[in-house]
């Protein structure tokens, strides 16, 4: 399957990008070599093969999972540039 130039200016039109005529020819024909693998990989027979997240068989570590919530709002807020009532100030940014 190939990518031809009007088919790259249709898809640019419908996005609003400005393409000059030499970006056309690059990706007509970087697109259509990526759709040529593809077509490539659809065509390796696949069957009785199961589906893998992992390249390499692994497993994740897991930790036990318990609350370790700390209370450290007064250590935080003494970072900040300025504070009030317990919580961050910060410049109004709306009108």
Do not use: W
């Amino acid at each position: 399957m190939s990518i031809t130039e009007e088919t790259i200016r249709h898809v640019a039109t419908l996005a609003r990008l400005e393409i000059t005529p030499g970006e056309l020819q690059t990706y007509a024909g970087q697109l259509s070599r990526i759709l040529g693998l593809m077509e490539q990989l659809r065509a390796i027979p696949t069957e009785g093969i199961a589906p893998m997240s992992h390249a390499v068989e692994m497993t994740i570590p897991e930790r036990e999972d318990r609350v370790v919530c700390q209370d450290r709002r007064d250590a935080l807020l003494a970072n900040a540039p300025d504070s009030a009532e317990g919580c961050f100030r910060v410049p109004k940014i709306i009108e």
